[in-house]
Every structure is written in C-alpha cells, then in structure tokens.
T-cell receptor, first 114, second 113 residues
Framework: AQSVTQLGSHVSVSEGALVLLRCNYS??????LFWYVQYPNQGLQLLLKYTSAATLVKGINGFEAEFKKSETSFHLTKPSAHMSDAAEYFC????????????FGSGTRLLVRP | DADVTQTPRNRITKTGKRIMLECSQT?????MYWYRQDPGLGLRLIYY???????NKGEISDGYSVSRQAQAKFSLSLESAIPNQTALYFC????????????FGAGSRLTVL
C-alpha cells in the first residue's frame, strides 16, 4: 500500500542550527510530494512541492527539500533555524492513480531553543 | 475574508447529539475535502468531492456523512456524536491540476463529552 512516514514526532534544535525533518514514502511509482506547515491554532499552509521537475525544491521561509528516488525520500532542510520556525510540519504525497488525493504523514513538531 | 471558511471554530457537544460542521470557499475550486487531525496521526481523509454531484468516502468515513450543497459549500455531519470523534477537523479545497495544492480552512475543534 502507498504510504508516507515521518521519522521523529518531535525535533528540537537551537536557534541558528540546521533543521532536518525526514520523510520517506513507499511506492514503486514516484509520487508528487509536498511539505506543509501548521502554526499554532492555524490551518496548514504549503511550504513547497515536488512535481518531477528539479529534484531540489526551494520553498518559503528559507526551507528546501530534495527528492531522492533511490532512497524514496523527500527530507526538509533549513540551514539556520529561527524561533519563528517552531511549528508542526507535515509531509504529504499524492499519486495520479489515486486521483491525486493527498496522504499525510503523522507530522513532526519542530521546537527551536533560544 | 478567508479563502476557506469553517464554522463553528469550536464546539462542545454531548454523546448522541447531531453535529454539522460547515465549510465555504471563495477559491472557485471544484474539489473539496474533509480531514480529521489527531495528535500523532497526522491528517486523515474523511470524505472528498470532486464536483457538486460527486461524493467519495475517504479512509475513515464511518460515523460521518457529507453534503455538497453547491460548488462553494461542503458540510460534514456527525449523526450521533461519540467521544472518539473529538478532534480537529479541517476543510480543504484544490483545483483540478494533477499536483494538487490544498488550501485549508482554519479548522473546527470538536469536543464530544
């Protein structure tokens, strides 16, 4: 079955440190891939998406993600964390043969220490 | 005004009561979705609709029903609420392009006592 896995329900980094949030999918067919962010008491908003163009995708707020087909991964990174990055991050995937419905990972809460 | 508006934002109800969560959008999108968010489980799809005459079950539709009253309106009903339906519910919309980007509402927090 097609699925998406986020490793680590909580990630804590110091302000200024590298942010790395992990996402892996299970499918023999490369999907469309997304990262969404949820700030407290808000809905989800799109950070970035991969749609089979460049494998390194740049998003908003300095985030980027790299699609690696051989590793079935789409990890999210940011070189230097800011306090305002504290939020919950969701990886999501969709496939053409499932009518492009999004399947979400379980989420990773990013904590940024001063 | 928000692109996707959900009402109510918060609701506390009792077991056995009927509850309706409403969603309206100004994006002009044909596709609308209802998701449920639980801690540690991410978002799970309850129902989705690709146009006014199209309703489809998601992965957790038991205990829920929906109505697509118009292109812009998609409501979720709990006919007889139970405590394990306590959750944060999100409505979302998307266009028809393949790599769908969802636009989410702010969420409706439902507590069933």
């Amino acid at each position: 079955a097609q699925s998406v896995t986020q490793l680590g329900s909580h990630v804590s980094v110091s302000e200024g440190a590298l942010v790395l949030l992990r996402c892996n999918y299970s499918s023999s067919v490369p999907p469309y891939l997304f990262w969404y962010v949820q700030y407290p008491n808000q809905g989800l908003q799109l950070l970035l998406k991969y749609t089979s163009a460049a494998t390194l995708v740049k998003g908003i707020n300095g985030f980027e993600a790299e699609f690696k087909k051989s590793e079935t991964s789409f990890h999210l990174t940011k070189p230097s964390a800011h306090m305002s990055d504290a939020a919950e991050y969701f990886c999501a995937v969709s496939w053409m043969d499932s009518s492009y419905k999004l399947i979400f990972g379980s989420g990773t809460r990013l904590l940024v220490r001063p | 005004d928000a692109d996707v508006t959900q009402t109510p934002r918060n609701r506390i109800t009792k077991t056995g009561k009927r509850i309706m969560l409403e969603c309206s959008q100004t994006k002009g999108h044909d596709r609308m979705y209802w998701y449920r968010q639980d801690p540690g489980l991410g978002l799970r799809l309850i129902y989705y609709s690709f146009d006014v005459k199209d309703i489809n079950k998601g992965e957790i539709s038991d205990g829920y029903s929906v109505s697509r009253q118009a292109q812009a309106k998609f409501s979720l009903s709990l006919e007889s609420a139970i405590p394990n339906q306590t959750a944060l519910y999100f409505c979302a919309t998307s266009g028809d392009l393949g790599a769908n980007v969802l636009t989410f509402g702010a969420g409706s927090r439902l507590t069933v006592l």
